[in-house]
């Protein structure tokens, strides 16, 4: 039976997918055989995209009534492997020993690791955008080939990268969810590299980034970059209406990102190579329109003592062991003169007045820069129970809003998904969103909600010490009265806790009695 998810996307063969890929979990470890996985399922969406490519070049040039038909088999066979008529239309040129129709004769073969290293090897070779990003290490001795066969068997199965597939977004589906599903088995490690939609959700739909350059200098796999083209499409923009700068510090997870952006036919600058944001900005003279992102929370071991005179902190030094209020000047440093950021931070960040960081976020208030504030129920993400919030930043808020800040309290939102995991909504993000929204427009009808949302302005920031946290400015939710006079209802209560305790009282009674019953006094 298919699942459906918060989100609203119905789950069927992914799951399938996903068991068994997690057979493989008895020999590697879910770091290691998450780009097992998702190699193939990259390797298997760019094959089937370039079979159907291949297919209708076929039949075209076979058609007499067709522009392409030539009578002559080998200048049709030339046509077919034009490697031009494929770039033409953004399919990746699969030379014939990567197609997945090899790859899958070999699948019971011992030697299909070897075959799969070969494989991703030509693919590299013949499309210079993905040098060095994809996995070349199945024919390693512990990796399980008869699994791999199995793993490969399966894939084979699934329609990824056809037209219809493309059109239903199903390779997307597949990559979300699996990219999920590992940072869910590999815990705090998983979550690094990616954000749970439901706050990438969040971010773009009230940054709405409609056109522009996006920046996310901690990019994980991408999935900021990934829901912001989804929100242009969706809005009738077009693919490549906003720039996509990223940068990350990982290796493997830049080069998850790099296949990531590669399924969407997303064309960003990650840089050449993986690097540290604070130490190594490879976007340095970058002014971006939107900044998104998720930083490490809490950081201590990023190197602030390399960088105390660093021209990025205009609102004064961060300090060494916590690169909070660092992340928060990067993004100041890069955003431009028009700019908005949002991004995710510990709760922390929103009232500490430990090593400067309290004056940093005065200065920070006193500037007009912080928009919104937006504290986040708990257990969103999959490698931190650490509450977190949401800021956002805007160099140019609305006239009539400046020097006013906009705080929601969100804590009661979202549902549960398991035990350890909750997700915001689409319902919950599009009240948040209306909020924020409703609140920068002049034409909104914004009202403050007590125990929701509440306009401040900067004189009553200050009063409470430059402290963001939501909860300090929205209030209580006003509780329906329900007619009963004061009086009347203390009296009805008080009763009820007389009677409550004469009855503790009887049971107490009675369980001294029964121990003393059976020789036990207490």
């Known amino acids: 039976m298919a699942q459906t998810s918060s989100n609203g996307a119905t789950l069927g063969f992914e799951a399938t997918l996903w068991a068994a890929a997690d057979k493989l979990r008895g020999h590697l470890d879910a770091a290691e055989y998450k780009h097992v996985v998702l ?91 993905l040098k060095g990003v994809l996995p070349q290490d199945y024919g390693r001795a512990d990796l399980d080939k008869r699994r791999l066969g199995e793993l490969v068997d399966l894939i084979g199965t699934i329609g990824l990268g056809d037209r219809e597939s493309r059109s239903q977004d199903i390779l997307g589906r597949v990559y979300e969810y699996f990219l999920g599903q590992f940072a869910d088995a590999e815990g705090k490690k998983g979550g690094e590299f990616y954000t749970p939609q439901s706050i990438v959700k969040l971010l773009v739909a009230m940054l709405q980034p409609y056109h522009g350059r996006i920046f996310d200098p901690c990019c994980g796999s991408g999935g900021m970059f990934v829901q912001s083209e989804k929100f242009v499409e969706a809005h009738g923009g077009r693919l490549g209406d906003i720039a996509v700068y990223g940068q990350e510090s990982n290796p493997t997870t830049w080069n998850l990102c790099k296949m990531n952006l590669a399924i ?42 390399l960088l105390e005179d660093d021209v990025r902190w205009a609102y004064g030094t961060p300090p060494t062991g916590n690169a909070n209020y660092a992340w928060i000047q990067h993004f100041l440093h890069h ?78 939102l979202g549902d549960l998904v398991s035990r350890v995991r909750r997700e915001l ?38 009063g409470h010490g430059y402290v963001l946290t939501p909860g300090r400015y929205v209030g209580f939710a006003e509780e329906e009265d329900d007619g009963e006079p004061f009086e009347e209802k203390m009296e009805r209560l008080t009763a009820t806790l007389a009677e409550q305790f004469d009855e503790s009282a009887r049971l107490e009674a009675a369980i001294r009695e029964n121990l003393q019953g059976i020789g036990q006094d207490f």
């Open 39 to 129: 190699g193939l399922i990259f390797i298997k969406y760019i094959s089937d995209a370039f079979e159907e490519k291949y297919e209708q070049l076929r039949l075209w040039a076979a058609d007499p009534q067709h522009p392409y038909y030539v009578k002559d088999e080998r200048v049709r066979y030339q046509i077919v492997e034009d490697r031009d008529e494929y770039l033409a239309e953004n399919i990746f040129w699969v030379p014939p020993e990567a197609r997945w129709p090899a790859i899958q004769a070999q699948a019971k073969s011992p030697e299909i690791g070897l075959r799969l290293d070969a494989a991703m090897a030509a693919i590299e070779r013949e499309n210079p955008a």
């Open 264 to 305: 969407r036919g997303i064309e960003g600058d990650l840089g050449a190579h993986a690097a540290d944001s604070f130490h190594h900005d490879l976007h340095p003279d970058l002014k971006a329109d939107f900044i998104l992102a998720n930083p490490p929370f809490n950081m201590s071991d990023w190197g602030g003592a």
């Open 335 to 412: 955003l431009a003169a028009d700019g908005q950021a949002g991004f995710v931070l510990a709760n922390g960040s929103m009232s500490t007045q430990q090593s400067g960081e309290g004056e940093i976020r005065r200065r920070l208030v006193e500037a007009d820069l912080v928009a919104c504030m937006v504290a986040l129920p708990p257990q969103l993400f999959y490698n931190t129970q650490i509450p977190a919030c949401l800021w956002f930043l805007d160099r140019a808020k609305p006239a009539h809003r400046r020097g006013q800040t906009l705080f929601i309290d969100a804590r009661d």
């Open 425 to 462: 909504t689409d319902a919950d993000i599009a009240r948040i969103a209306e909020v924020y929204h409703a609140w920068r427009d002049p034409a909104g009808k914004y009202e403050d909600e007590p125990g929701f949302c509440a306009s401040a302005d900067a004189e009553t920031i200050a």
